[in-house]
């Protein structure tokens, strides 16, 4: 096709072979302005704009282009107060009589100017903090305990957050103590008797063998956590009644045993537990002690030097004879 390079791209149509106008021309031979221009065969843009003006009226007349009525400006080319979206052709803002400060909106956002107590894009509702359109009333609630939208738009009922209760939101709910920080109970479940605390402090109500805030541990005298097990220690062997996490309790030094209730090495006569004192001089090779003896047996007694103790000859004194002890408190060599 031969087209003329003013008017047209230089491109054809393939099914017409036509000529494809430039933007600013129309029709079959482009031989007429597109709407927003004028004068052919220039076909130069308009200054009004195309969209906002009235009957398609391309220059100003007196220095202003004649707008429509959601239309402004010298040239037509924005939207008039209370519209907005000029893309969309200038669309009207409807802001709510009741609710905004004026009739006028934000161009870009729609967005219109709303009183104190009135929200959204139209101020149609009421803001955070306030209930009952169209009054828009402020609600009574305690500030810290509430959810951001702090009562319902509707019944301004107090919206609270977790942990907090009442009409204002402005106590601790069960399981929750320490207002205004409403912090969770967290009662070991094992260890105390409810989920509910103490509602200023958080204690937790424990049972007779756990102990702590959250009874969590085990209390004095018993071991081995959850089942906190009784220590059981011996009172006139250990130096208390608590014991360790295996249950062994701390015992005096004359005491042995998990709960302290036998003799150590070297000490007898239980429960007094008495130092033995053999001189080591006088017992025999291989003396188990005389904390391996059993109360009332035969003892074997030297000449003087251990008169009337509970020893036996080891080989360096006199032969001795064997008495019974439950018979005679003389010990003879």
């Known amino acids: 096709c031969v087209c003329d390079p003013a008017k047209?791209?230089?491109?054809?149509?393939?099914?017409?072979?036509?000529?494809?106008?430039?933007?600013?021309?129309?029709?079959?031979?482009?031989?007429?302005?597109?709407?927003?221009?004028?004068?052919?065969?220039?076909?130069?843009?308009?200054?009004?704009?195309?969209?906002?003006?009235?009957?398609?009226?391309?220059?100003?007349?007196?220095?202003?282009?004649?707008?429509?009525?959601?239309?402004?400006?010298?040239l037509c080319q924005v939207c008039a107060p209370g519209y907005t979206n000029i893309t969309a052709g200038?669309?009207?803002?409807?802001?709510?009589?009741?609710?905004?400060?004026h009739n006028n909106c934000n161009e870009s956002t729609a967005q219109c100017m709303c009183k104190t107590n009135f929200a959204g894009l139209t101020c149609d509702s009421c803001a955070d903090g306030y209930f009952g359109h169209s009054q828009c009333k402020y609600c009574d609630c305690d500030a810290i305990?509430?959810?951001?939208?702090?009562?319902?738009?509707?019944?301004?009922?107090?919206?609270?957050?977790?942990?907090?209760?009442?009409?204002?939101?402005?106590?601790?709910?069960?399981?929750?103590?320490?207002?205004?920080?409403?912090?969770?109970?967290?009662?070991?479940?094992?260890?105390?008797?409810?989920?509910?605390?103490d509602r200023k402090n958080g204690d937790c109500p424990c049972y007779a063998n756990f102990t702590s805030k959250k009874c969590d541990r085990c209390a004095a005298g018993y071991y081995d956590f959850p089942k906190c097990k009784p220590c059981s220690c011996m009172a006139i062997g250990s130096k208390g009644m608590t014991c360790d996490n295996n249950g062994q309790c701390y015992c005096k030094k004359n005491f042995q045993g998990e709960r302290c209730d036998q003799c150590k090495t070297n000490f007898y006569n239980f429960p007094i537990c008495e130092e033995c004192n053999c001189n080591p001089k006088g017992v025999v090779a291989g003396f188990p002690g005389c904390d391996k003896v059993e109360p009332l047996q035969y003892f074997y007694a030297i000449k003087e030097i251990f008169?009337?103790?509970?020893?036996?000859?080891?080989?360096?004194?006199?032969?001795?004879?064997?008495?019974?002890?439950?018979?005679?408190?003389?010990?003879?060599?």
């Open 307 to 333: 008169m009337g103790g509970r020893c036996v000859c080891n080989g360096h004194a006199d032969t001795c004879d064997i008495l019974d002890v439950r018979r005679s408190n003389i010990l003879l060599c």
């Open 90 to 101: 200038c669309i009207s803002c409807n802001c709510d009589e009741l609710g905004s400060l």
């Open 8 to 74: 047209h791209t230089g491109d054809c149509e393939d099914e017409t072979a036509r000529c494809v106008c430039k933007p600013q021309f129309t029709g079959v031979n482009c031989d007429r302005c597109t709407p927003g221009h004028y004068s052919p065969p220039k076909c130069k843009p308009c200054d009004c704009s195309v969209n906002g003006t009235l009957d398609d009226i391309c220059l100003p007349i007196n220095g202003r282009c004649p707008c429509r009525s959601n239309y402004g400006g010298k």
């Open 145 to 197: 305990g509430t959810e951001d939208s702090i009562c319902d738009k509707v019944t301004g009922a107090c919206l609270c957050k977790s942990g907090f209760s009442g009409s204002r939101c402005d106590e601790c709910s069960l399981y929750f103590y320490g207002y205004p920080f409403c912090k969770e109970c967290g009662c070991n479940k094992r260890g105390s008797k409810s989920a509910k605390c």
